[in-house]
């Protein structure tokens, strides 16, 4: 089981930034994606972006353009640097990870998740 620990939420005033860490205990999967969702409250959990093995990024039209995504392979980490903050970006950011094997099976893993609070 892939363990995701997040770390860099907090509190922080609008128009700031903050910079997201979560570092995965393994990616034993080649082919892969990580990166972060996030879920307000009386919200559905939404994608934030996402990073490939490859280096492919998808970004939700709300955040692109602000957010950028990251990874360090070598340390199996995705970062999340988030500017121009708003405060509907509060919300519980988590983790994410998708490995593929083969044609049809993937496996998903979430991290347990770090609060983002944007207000004055």
């Known amino acids: 089981q892939v363990q995701l620990v997040e770390s860099g939420g907090g509190l922080v005033q609008p128009g700031g930034s903050l910079r997201l860490s979560c570092v995965a205990s393994e990616t034993i999967f080649t082919r892969n994606d990580m990166g972060w969702y996030r879920q307000a409250p009386g919200k559905q959990r939404e994608l934030v972006a996402v990073i490939s093995s490859s280096g492919s990024t998808n970004y939700a039209d709300s955040v692109n353009g602000r957010f950028t995504v990251s990874r360090d392979n070598v340390e199996n980490m995705v970062f999340l640097r988030m500017n121009s903050l708003k405060p509907e970006d509060t919300a519980v950011y988590y983790c994410?990870?998708?490995?593929?094997?083969?044609?049809?099976?993937?496996?998903?893993?979430w991290g347990q998740g770090t609060q983002v609070t944007v207000s004055s």
């Open positions: 994410y990870y998708k490995g593929y094997r083969g044609w049809n099976l993937s496996l998903e893993y």
